[in-house]
């Protein structure tokens, strides 16, 4: 069983910048995919940017160049930095953690930028 939750949201103005933070409560060295996740009102939840083991780092195209996943294995942290916030970025974040058998999920954290 993992916990993770999420921290780093709030209000921001379009333009801006924030950074979210997920904490694991245990290693995610051992984890197959660290993984972003948003859900927007009345939208289906939608990956954001995933960084399997061993592979490649994957981002929706709607944020690549702007968003960038990173993962600190000993402090068991996975951060989004997220810059030129638009206002269709508005949602709710999920940290999510996948081994080969479960899929972890984080409580969410709001995300709103004003236009």
């Known amino acids: 069983q993992v916990q993770l939750v999420e921290s780093g949201g709030g209000l921001v103005q379009a333009g801006g910048s924030l950074r979210l933070s997920c904490a694991a409560s245990r290693s995610i060295f051992r984890m197959n995919v660290m993984g972003w996740y948003r859900q927007a009102p009345g939208k289906q939840r939608e990956l954001v940017a995933a960084?399997?083991?061993?592979?490649?780092?994957k981002y929706a195209d709607s944020v690549k160049g702007r968003f960038a996943i990173s993962t600190d294995n000993a402090k068991n942290m996975m951060y989004l930095q997220m810059n030129s916030l638009k206002p269709e970025d508005t949602a709710v974040y999920y940290c999510?953690?996948?081994?080969?058998?479960?899929?972890?999920w984080g409580q969410g954290t709001q995300v709103t930028v004003s236009s």
């Open positions: 960084r399997p083991s061993g592979g490649s780092t």
């Open positions: 999510n953690a996948k081994t080969a058998m479960y899929d972890y």
